[in-house]
Nanobody, 124 residues
Framework: QVQLVESGGGLVQAGDSLRLSCAAS????????MTWTRQAPGKEREFVAV????????YYADSVKGRFTISRDNAKNTVYLQMNSLKPEDTAVYYC?????????????????WGQGTQVTVSS
């Protein structure tokens, strides 16, 4: 069982930056690829970014590529999402999630564990 706790959300203006964190329980954090997803009001949950277990592979949604950076610190059991040049359309609840594999995937249906989410609101 893996427990995930997100933090770092908030209310910012367009063009600002935020860094989200997701702390995971367990002793084998490097065995898990970590994913950030988001869900805006009235919309389906969507993939944002993923990082492989050792951090060597990352994928991003086209909508955030070049603005967001996913990283991880396996010694701290934590994954991060650095969000720059935020836009109002980035407003959503952001969730981290994981699966029992080191391999990064964009497929949200393969994810086994989810955090409770953190709200990000970007005003124009």
């Amino acid at each position: 069982q893996v427990q995930l706790v997100e933090s770092g959300g908030g209310l910012v203006q367009a063009g600002d930056s935020l860094r989200l964190s997701c702390a995971a329980s367990g002793r084998t954090f490097s065995n898990y690829a970590m994913t950030w997803t988001r869900q805006a009001p009235g919309k389906e949950r969507e993939f944002v970014a993923v990082i492989s277990g050792m951090g060597g592979t990352t994928y991003y949604a086209d909508s955030v590529k070049g603005r967001f950076t996913i990283s991880r610190d396996n010694a701290k059991n934590t994954v991060y999402l650095q969000m720059n040049s935020l836009k109002p359309e980035d407003t959503a609840v952001y969730y981290c999630a994981t699966r029992r594999s080191t391999v990064a995937t964009r497929n949200l249906n393969l994810l086994d564990y989810w955090g409770q989410g953190t709200q990000v609101t970007v005003s124009s």
